[in-house]
């Protein structure tokens, strides 16, 4: 049952935490909020951390913000055969360090800002060797990651997202997951750039768009 949880266990450091074990057919639940993003400050490498993140919350429990999971994990849940501590230490760390906008639902056209974590680290312990990933999610964005009954969230398995190579292709997915009950539509060049989030200055003949970003990103 991928939505299961571990019993309550306790970390090096000795704080208490519930999650669910690292797998990739761990389900994500993730606000339709987050799509919305005015611009997207993260790279793909840390967009994969936070959908780890995603993965082992029990989003209908916000008493519970914080997950642990080790190097070891993550990188047989990407698939590689190992990630330096020092790269995966900065992903986790500009998580914390960024800011996004999301639409103020109480002004339309205006933007409000939000920062997603209040606490992350990267560290090895002593005793081990090992070396653990804690992220906590900021008090002012649990209404983002929970309790999203009422403001409408996407939902997919943890693997469809973390073996994808392009940004575009991330960002395609997301659009594609939150549209799939039409079955069938049409974009506008317009709104696909929106999606992507394609800067006005790039791309700007259809020729470059089609072959450098449609293409590969369908593929």
């Not at 940004?167 to 974009?187: E, H, T």
């Amino acid at each position: 049952i991928v939505n299961s949880y571990d019993i309550i266990k306790k970390n090096p450091r000795g704080r208490n935490f519930m999650s669910k074990k690292l797998k990739e057919k761990n389900i994500v639940e993730k606000s339709k909020a987050l799509l919305l993003m005015k611009e997207v400050p993260f790279n793909l490498c840390e967009l994969k951390v936070l959908e780890t993140y995603l993965s082992k919350i029990n989003a209908r429990d916000d008493t519970q913000r914080t997950v642990t999971f080790t190097k070891k994990e993550y990188e047989e849940l990407m698939g590689i055969s190992e990630v330096k501590s020092s790269a995966l230490r900065k992903y986790v760390e500009s998580l914390q360090g960024k800011t996004i906008y999301l639409p103020d639902e109480n002004n339309e056209g205006d933007w409000k800002m939000y920062t997603l974590f209040s606490f992350s680290q990267c560290y090895q312990d002593k005793k081990s060797n090992e070396w653990f990933i804690d992220l906590t999610c900021s008090v002012e964005a649990k209404k983002i990651f929970f309790n999203l009954e009422n403001t409408g969230y996407i939902r997919y398995q943890l693997r469809n997202v973390i073996n994808l190579k392009k940004k575009y292709s991330y960002f395609l997915y997301m659009y594609l997951i939150n549209n799939k009950y039409q079955k069938k539509w049409k974009v506008d060049l317009v709104t696909l750039r929106n999606v992507l989030y394609i800067g006005e200055n790039k791309y700007d003949e259809y020729r470059c768009l089609n072959q450098l970003v449609i293409k590969p990103t369908v593929e």
